[in-house]
């Protein structure tokens, strides 16, 4: 079974530029979560998706925002990028039942200059 | 407060014991998880304990959990210089649907 993809694995863009990754959980897997994760902050839970609705949101700003699709492909996409949104970005996919084990992806490494 | 606390580094020497500590916040997490991270890469669970069991043991990891002091702790046996990563444990409230995770601690294993 493969695992959890990302594109793309890395990034580079400017302050003012938007940016949209990507995710494709496992297949069957229908949660999809988003993760920041930075050096200062740790890892800080973005939002999750389920069934193409959202059901829980992290304390990010609204420049923030994702989306899930039918096939349980995910996207966050970030607006108006700022130096502080260099980050590794993680997803996350489970089943949503019994132990709920998340399974990660490899991340994508966003360099702001 | 959502702040899961563990401490920052641990540094063992290459066949001795590990315990990485990690205090959680909310009582009603049903499961409580542990992840590594390796360099450039995303999480890996390692293993998850049932917050009505007191411990788990898996091959070389041993997982205590105190639910009265929220107190998670995580044991390898015999740690190795492929154990060097960070370690994360995790909490997901009940009703909730995100997992926070702690601020990891990172895991140095000296040959």
């Known amino acids: 079974k493969a695992g959890v993809t990302q594109t793309p694995r890395y990034l580079i863009k400017t302050r003012g530029q938007q940016v949209t990754l990507s995710c494709s959980p496992i297949?069957?897997?229908?949660?999809v979560s988003w993760y920041q994760q930075t050096p200062g902050q740790g890892l800080q839970f973005l939002f999750e998706?389920?069934?193409?609705?959202?059901?829980n949101k992290g304390n990010f700003p609204g420049r923030f925002s994702g989306r899930q699709f039918s096939n349980s492909r995910s996207e966050m996409n970030v607006s108006t990028l700022e130096l502080g949104d260099s980050a590794l970005y993680l997803c996350?996919?489970?089943?949503?039942?019994?132990?709920?084990?998340?399974?990660f992806g490899p991340g994508t490494r966003l360099t702001v200059l | 407060g959502e702040d899961v606390e563990q401490s920052l580094f641990l540094s063992v020497r290459e066949g001795d014991s590990s315990v990485i500590n990690c205090t959680y916040t909310d009582s009603s997490s049903t499961y409580l998880y542990w992840y590594k991270q390796e360099p450039g890469a995303g999480l890996q669970l390692l293993t998850y304990i049932f917050s009505n069991m007191d411990m788990k043991q898996d091959q070389r990891l041993t997982v205590l959990l105190n639910k009265k002091d929220k107190h998670l702790s995580l044991r390898i046996a015999d740690t190795q210089t492929g154990d060097s990563a960070i370690y994360f444990c995790a909490e997901k409230p009940s009703g909730t649907y995100k997992y926070i995770f702690g601020t990891g601690t990172r895991l140095k294993v000296l040959a």
């Open positions: 998706y389920f069934s193409e609705t959202q059901r």
């Open positions: 996350a996919s489970s089943l949503v039942q019994g132990v709920n084990e998340q399974f």
């Open positions: 297949s069957g897997h229908r949660s």
